[in-house]
């Protein structure tokens, strides 16, 4: 499942529409739309606001506390910020919360070709004239955060994607509702399609990473907790586009594969693991 979070409708409406999502009505505290593998929800502008509404949807979706392995978090919408061209979507880097002065890092293992920048989040829109930390090639938002933060308690964070936006120069009155909304019609095609891909694949791999998936437990001798750790590994090399099966090919050809028994398994498990994170570094 990926959840994608916007603070304001003019935000989510592009998403809404290029994915055919239909609005839960059955939700009243805030609009939450699905379909297709996907549930979008306005969370509504702040961090208060972000918080509550990503604690509240994932926890009705996940109500044991944690993010299935194939499950996404991805959140969208507009900042403003200098160095940045107008309408530029950018992926987040890192995330400073401007109260607690606290830096978070979403992992990068996913690979986009958007390029990166750091976000700072405040409670209050950052304006030039009257900010005394405005800094060139900064992102500043109001959720981002409070977002990132309270995703983390359910899942790690290589489960968790921010994008933004460029709307403004740090002169949040100069863009109204009208004008945010044409904006983001003109520049968010690329991304829409970054993502109609990346939910393509989630769903087309599902099978033949099963199929793997369920040979490398047979051929490992794998325990319940080992398989879970399998599974989430096989799945950051779907990601990350890791290719693991060099290094279980290896295994095979030197017959440490399959395993003759349990305790091999093990044994044959980490060096699988070793070998596979040697191979990327």
Same mark, same amino acid.
């Given at each position: 499942m990926i959840f994608v979070f916007c603070a304001l409708y003019q935000e989510a409406s592009n998403f809404i529409s290029h994915f055919h999502l239909k609005?839960?009505?059955?939700?009243?505290?805030?609009?939450?739309f699905r379909g297709g593998g996907i549930i979008l929800a306005i969370t509504g502008v702040g961090k208060n606001a972000a918080s509550v509404c990503v604690s509240r949807i994932l926890t009705q979706e996940r109500p044991d506390g944690r $993010?299935?392995?194939?499950? =996404? &978090? $991805?959140?969208?919408? /507009? %900042?403003?910020?200098l160095g940045f061209a107008k309408g530029e979507i950018l992926q987040v880097?890192? &995330?400073?919360?401007?109260?607690?002065?606290r830096w978070s890092y979403p992992d990068l293992s996913i690979v986009t070709d958007f390029p990166q920048a750091p976000l700072i989040s405040s409670?209050? !829109?950052?304006c030039l004239d009257a900010s005394e930390e405005a800094s060139e090639g900064f992102l500043y938002d109001m959720e981002g955060s409070a977002l990132y933060g309270a995703a983390a308690y359910f899942g790690g !964070? @290589?489960? &968790? =994607? &921010?994008?933004?936006?460029? +709307?403004? %120069? =740090?002169s949040p009155d100069s863009i109204d509702a009208k004008g945010l909304a044409a904006l983001m019609g003109a520049n968010l095609p690329p991304l829409l399609e970054w993502l109609e891909g990346l939910v393509q694949e989630e769903s087309v791999g599902d099978d033949s990473v099963n199929g793997l998936e369920e040979q490398l437990v047979r051929d490992f001798h794998l +325990? %319940?907790?080992?398989?879970?750790? $399998? @599974?989430? =590994?096989?799945?950051? /090399?779907?990601? +990350?586009g890791?290719? !693991?099966?060099p290094v279980l090919q290896e295994l095979y050809d030197s017959e440490a594969l399959p395993a003759s028994d349990k305790r091999k398994g093990t044994k044959v498990f980490e060096q699988f693991k070793s070998n596979l994170l040697t191979s990327v570094r």
């Open positions: 609005r839960d009505s059955s939700e009243s505290m805030f609009q939450v $993010l299935e392995s194939g499950d =996404l &978090i $991805l959140s969208f919408g /507009c %900042a403003g910020g880097n890192r &995330i400073m919360d401007s109260d607690s002065r409670g209050m !829109p950052v !964070p @290589h489960q &968790i =994607l &921010i994008f933004k936006m460029v +709307s403004d %120069a =740090l +325990s %319940a907790y080992q398989s879970y750790e $399998l @599974h989430n =590994l096989l799945h950051y /090399c779907t990601l +990350s890791m290719d !693991p099966s």
